[in-house]
């Protein structure tokens, strides 16, 4: 049994699936500590010394000075979240374009008389059966 399960992880791309989740999740935290760190921080000092992380909305005043009990709209950690996709989304397609080459499509020979696609050494027409 262990040697079929192994067989199967090998065999079909749940291997390459799990390796993809585990690097992905890595390089999400990666490109968090970018974004909050590095990027965000030049921002918000260009835009007036603004922390990113610390804006929001309050809708209702913590009671008995407990921060926990606040209620915001903490649209702040929300604009670092959507910078954050953007980066994340742009290095995968950027790997993508990298590493997944299309295949070239297979040469063909049109037919002449009904337009459909050939093999390339036919002499007749697979739909028409005229000569090409």
Known sequence: MWTEF????????ALALAIGVIIGAAL???VTSLVNDV??????LALGGVDFSELKWILQTATGGDPATEVAIRYGAFINAVISFIIIAFVVWRLSKMFIREEAPAATKTCPFCKEANAPDATRCRACTSEI
Do not use: D, H, Q, S
């Open 6 to 13: 192994k067989a199967f992880l090998l065999k079909t791309n």
């Open 39 to 44: 990027i965000m921080p030049p921002v918000g």
């Open 28 to 30: 999400g935290t990666v």
